[in-house]
């Protein structure tokens, strides 16, 4: 696993820059799975026409995704959460109560798909040709309780 | 092979029977262009092949599709977005549409199947409510539509992808509405598996880079508000053939720039595609529209429109009827040199009713600058095969006016985007230094330059074009990159290795075989309007004709155009 420096990277979206060109979601899908296939993919951009930007799993604190598992299958490894695939049963709650769509079934593979950082060394920072996905070791406060926020439970 | 699905959908509207046929057997014309020419060489002229390439959605700026038909001569498009990327994705490498539908029809293609349905109430919408309504709002489903340009038959009708790209040229939304097809629509789930995904990673990375440190990239950048005074620079043919200068163009342009910089909300690119070259534009509760930075100056220049809004209120309409602007815009230039609209006024929109709805003389006028200068005996410019010329004229460039004369499937925009004399106003010592580099004479980069080495750098250039239609990369990506770059990134998507000369190789033949099928169905002559050869401004017939020749040669045929039989036989093509 690839840290900067001993710092677990977040990832930044400056959704003004974005294009809209799916780079992200086509190395994202490549370079886990090997296939381009934006249903594959665990960044999604979302808009139908015109504007356009990413989403992913925010990495956030108190994640629903995590609390409402009832297989406790989803666990962290420094700071990035992961699926158990062995504990998993698919019944893709935590996909449901992600308000950000940052959790997708896979129903090739018959998994769940998160992003995971790529262990440290996101492609799809190092893919966007506009910067739009930025890669930083400080995690804005607001950012931290993302779901929170999301939900209106928090300003 | 990785790279091409392997399948293309052949659909016989007329007895509504769809078949699938390998790819395999087309590949020796690479994809794209070259497969969609072949096909109507086998297939006949009244064919409507939608083409991808081996790269298209695969790589960076690849999600490009070649769109050709057969009028009196062959007709083709490049067309980009994500309509050509998804379709590949739902496993056709392309579509070819043949007879016609016997009541208004789509194409549906999802992971199920692939379907004709009827959709009689669709008729009659125009191209931005039909693919709202087919799309429902959802991002994975793509649509081509026509609007009521093409269901009208109106020769410069377009086919619409998705709310933004138009495979303008040529005619060939009236081709698809001929066909009673009013759209195609592709919903998928699938996707695509390179032959190398880690080397593929490590190629787009390259390409990326290559492209992102061009020239292009950079001018793109700010392009979006500084286009259309630019291209006043440049000097190019905008204000038309009937009045050559118009004094208050400098004032129009900066309207223009004005206005998109307050309306601009954002940049967009197509799938994969780092250059940005379109802008999003949201002007009063319209929702975002991408603006086409190469046809919307067409609008200000050639119909003297000052005011922006107006020209955008014209741009829209365009769109929504899915009409191609340059030759509209061309048609519409003729009609007001003959009293019948008042350029840049109001009057332009309901003039575009007229067309489309074919009233009165716009019946004549949808017919397209040809016929109507047949109906009115009054002489029009317009290029090989009756075409409505590329920004309404071609004279100051003597490449663009040989191309235009000797094409076989539309001239500028599909051989010399961004050919260095276009530039030379502006930027001189970048195109002669270009001009230099493919033929290494300077002064082929100069406008008037009727010179061998002019012809020479024209077929290069051409060939450019015919190699990026046929791999699937847009042309504009493919100029800022070395053909070794393209070359590795096709072995590691298909894993079959080419060289540069490969390419050039492809290019030549499927040109030749463009040749080709002109002759077997067309038989349309290397001509350009009289017209412009007239006048302080005119062309040099003799020079011209003493071009056209030297092109021939390049080319390996013989002085009347026909390919030679060596030249057949080296490219297989017998």
């Known amino acids: 696993m690839r840290y900067i420096g001993d710092i677990m990277p977040y990832l930044i979206v400056h959704e003004d820059k974005c294009v809209g060109c799916h780079t992200c979601e086509m190395v994202c899908s490549l370079s886990h799975e090997g296939v381009i296939n934006l249903n594959l993919s665990r960044i999604h951009v979302v808009g139908y026409k015109g504007e356009k930007f990413p989403i992913m799993c925010l990495q956030c604190e108190d994640a629903p995704c995590e609390l409402v598992c009832p297989m406790e299958a989803i666990y962290k490894e420094g700071d990035i959460r992961y699926v158990d695939g062995e504990k998993c049963i698919r019944c893709k709650m935590c996909s449901l109560v992600c308000p950000i769509g940052g959790v997708i079934y896979d129903a090739i593979n018959h998994k769940m798909l998160r992003c995971d950082l790529c262990g440290g060394d996101p492609q799809c920072a190092k893919y966007c040709p506009m910067e739009a996905i930025e890669v930083v070791e400080e995690v804005p406060e607001r950012r931290k309780k993302g779901v929170r926020v999301l939900y209106g439970e928090e300003d | ?574």
Not at chain 2, 353 to 365: A, M, S, W, Y
Not at chain 2, 491 to 513: C, F, M, Q, V
Not at chain 2, 530 to 542: A, I, S, Y
Request: with cysteine; glycine share 10%; aromatic share 12%.
């Open chain 2, 1 to 574: 092979m990785s790279g091409y699905t392997g399948k293309i959908l052949f659909v016989d509207l007329t007895q509504e029977k769809i078949v699938e046929r390998d790819t395999v057997k087309y590949m020796e014309f690479l994809g794209g262009r070259g497969i969609a020419t072949k096909i109507i060489y086998e297939f006949g002229s009244d064919t409507l092949v939608f083409m991808t390439g081996p790269l298209t959605g695969f790589i960076s700026s690849g999600s490009r599709m070649d769109v050709v038909s057969f009028r009196n001569m062959l007709v083709g498009s490049n067309v980009g977005g994500e309509f050509p990327t998804f379709l590949k994705f739902a496993g056709y490498d392309g579509i070819v549409l043949i007879g016609r539908s016997e009541k208004p029809a789509i194409l549906q293609i999802d992971d199920d199947g692939v379907s004709l349905e009827s959709v009689e109430d669709l008729w009659g919408k125009d191209a931005f409510e039909t693919i709202d309504l087919l799309t429902h709002g959802q991002r994975d489903i793509k649509v081509a539509a026509i609007g009521r340009g093409g269901e009208k038959g109106i020769k410069t009708a377009g086919i619409m992808f998705s709310h933004r790209n138009l495979a303008s040229r040529g005619g060939l939304g009236a081709i698809m509405g001929s066909k009673n097809l009013k759209a195609i629509v592709v919903h998928t789930t699938n996707g695509l598996e390179p032959y190398n995904p880690p080397e593929l990673m490590k190629v787009i990375t390259d390409i990326q880079r290559s492209i992102t440190k061009s020239g292009e990239f950079m001018r793109f950048k700010d392009w979006h508000v500084n286009f259309v005074p630019t291209i006043l620079k440049l000097k190019m043919p905008y204000f038309g053939d009937y009045e050559r200068t118009w004094e208050e163009a400098e004032e129009a342009a900066m309207n223009a720039k004005e206005f998109f910089e307050k309306h601009t909300s954002k940049r967009a690119s197509c799938f994969s595609c780092p250059l940005r070259c379109w802008a999003i534009v949201n002007y009063e509760g319209e929702y975002p529209i991408n603006l086409c930075q190469g046809t919307f100056p067409a609008i200000t220049f050639t119909l003297k429109v000052k005011d922006p809004e107006l020209a955008w209120k014209i741009y829209l309409k365009m769109q929504k009827e899915g009409l191609d602007i340059m030759s509209t815009v061309a048609v519409i230039a003729y009609a007001s040199h003959l009293g019948k609209v008042k350029l840049g006024s109001e009057e332009i929109l309901d003039f575009i009713d007229k067309i489309v709805n074919r009233v009165g003389e716009g019946d004549i006028f949808a017919e397209g600058i040809k016929k109507a200068e047949e109906h009115f005996g009054v002489p029009a410019v317009y290029v090989k095969g009756g075409m409505e010329s590329w920004s309404s004229d071609i004279r100051p460039f003597v490449g663009s006016a040989l191309i235009s004369t000797v094409a076989d499937s539309e001239g500028v925009n599909r051989a010399l985007y961004g050919f260095p004399e276009f530039y030379y106003y502006i930027k001189k010592e970048q195109a002669e230094k270009m001009a230099r580099m493919f033929v290494g004479e300077k002064n082929a980069a100069y406008p008037w330059d009727y010179s061998d080495a002019k012809v020479k750098f024209a077929v290069m250039w051409e060939n450019m074009h015919i190699i990026a239609d046929s791999l699937g990369v847009c042309v504009i990506a493919l100029l800022t990159t070395p053909l070794e770059l393209w070359c590795r990134a096709y072995y590691a998507i298909t894993g079959n290795r080419i060289t540069p000369s490969d390419l050039i190789h492809y290019a030549e033949k499927i040109r030749t075989l463009e040749r080709v099928v002109n002759i077997e169905y067309g038989g349309v002559k290397d001509e350009i309007s009289p017209r412009l050869f007239k006048g302080e401004v005119g062309l040099d017939r003799e020079k011209l004709e003493r071009m056209k020749k030297k092109y021939y040669e390049l080319r390996g045929w013989n002085e009347n155009g026909i390919p030679m039989s060596e030249t057949l036989e080296r490219y297989d093509l017998r």
